[in-house]
């Protein structure tokens, strides 16, 4: 059987091959090999200048300074280092963290834990688009809340929020503002030089990067304090310990790199492949659109379909590689809270499918696609 195309980019991208190549030359003897911590030899010096290189070019992208990037195995924990680091490292001012009904389960699930250490959690719900209001943010903060934690781009809905607003709300408050921007490099543009954020986590694996591999962006004017959970030899400036990955460090950062590189080319790509995507999608009946298209990534669609079962879908869908909801929450058979959560109904929240594509994705892929969708779609309705 021929592979499937596939259009769940919002899960995971493929490497790029550049990067791929780049990365198989920090693994063997002949390469880049040595511990990038020994001090004591010249492999171990040319390590450490491949890992200080990535770190530049990780930080280029978001207009921070390289000192500001802090190694971690992805974005998970890099948002487990944001939101537990910060709220203990600063428990003498308050104990409130603010976050969304909607965000990744790296966020909810840490903030829970949180709770149970004694910490208080509000969790705003966004609007019908995604998007979390200036006003909801403004009615949770209390004199308490030292953080606010909202993600740049919603990984199901490709809702964009408004990180300007958001951010300048937070500290206007005296809070500090973490954005779990794992979806955002190469689709959305983050500078924090210039955005009034505080904690940014990121993921190469969203972005044509290895999986097992990430990043904790922390800023050092006003300087953040976070609390390490991770003890070790005293790796990056102490917050995070343990040997660095230096193939997988190279390999997010020359991903970045392309992906500022060719921030346009991508952009446009996805953009067109999205308007042959709708312009198909104009001749089925019964569509509806989860995502608010105004307000949201060009690469992610999520819809529903009348009259069919996701699953029933999915299945029918043999030939196409694609998602109900997250592929984080895939093992339940719960309607997508996040779904829910935008105010979608629970058997339409059962009956949608999120479509999402990227670099590789061809026009073609889109028509075949489609064609499928059109087959299935009348085979389980008829
Ligand atoms: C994928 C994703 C994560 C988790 O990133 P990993 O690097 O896979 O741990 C966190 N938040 C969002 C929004 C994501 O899309």
Redesign the pocket.
């Known amino acids: 059987m021929s592979q499937p195309i596939y259009l769940d980019y ?3 991208t493929p490497v790029d091959p550049r990067v791929a190549e780049l990365m198989m030359r920090h693994l063997t003897l002949d390469g880049t090999f040595a511990n990038p911590a020994s001090r004591s030899h010249m492999p171990g010096w040319l390590a450490e200048q491949a890992v200080e290189g990535a770190r530049r070019q990780v930080a280029e992208l978001i207009g921070a300074d390289p000192r500001e990037i802090v190694w971690t ?7 487990n280092l944001a939101l537990s680091g910060y709220m203990r490292a600063n428990a003498e001012r308050g104990h409130h963290l603010i976050t969304s009904t909607i ?5 909810l699930d840490t903030a829970s834990a949180l709770e149970a250490e004694g910490f208080n959690v509000t969790r705003i719900a966004p609007q019908s688009d995604g998007r979390i209001s200036p006003e909801s943010l403004r009615e949770a903060l209390r004199d308490d809340t030292v953080l606010v934690s909202l ?5 199901e809905l490709g809702s964009i929020n408004d990180l300007e607003t958001l951010g300048t709300i937070a500290r206007e408050h005296g809070a500090a503002f973490h954005v ?4 955002a490099p190469g689709k959305v543009k983050i500078d924090v030089s210039q955005q009034p954020i505080d904690l940014l ?1 990121l ?4 972005a044509y990067g290895p ?4 990043a904790l962006y922390v800023r050092r004017q006003p300087q953040v304090k976070i609390d390490a959970l991770i003890h070790g030899g005293g790796h990056e400036r102490g917050m995070r310990s343990g040997t660095l990955p230096t193939h997988q460090i190279v390999g997010m950062g020359e991903a970045y790199r392309l992906s500022s590189e060719q921030f346009d080319i991508d952009q446009q790509h996805l953009i067109a492949l999205r308007a042959q995507f709708l312009a198909g999608l104009r001749e089925i009946e019964g569509v509806h659109f989860n995502t608010d298209i105004e307000v949201s990534v060009p690469h992610i669609l999520n819809l529903a379909f009348d009259g069919v079962e996701g699953e029933a879908l999915l299945m029918a869908l043999r030939g196409i590689a694609i998602s109900t909801g ?3 929450n895939s093992a339940s058979v719960e309607p997508s809270f996040v779904l829910t959560g935008i105010g979608v109904s629970r058997p339409l929240a059962l009956a949608s499918l999120r479509f999402s594509f990227g670099r590789f994705t061809t026009i073609a892929d889109i028509d075949s696609a489609l064609s499928e969708l059109r087959h299935a779609l009348s085979a389980l309705r008829a």
């Open positions: 919002a899960a995971t195995s992805g974005a998970t924990e890099a948002n965000e990744h389960k790296a966020i993600m740049a781009v919603n990984n779990d921007a794992a979806q986590s993921s190469a694996h969203k999986k097992g591999v990430g997250s592929a984080c």
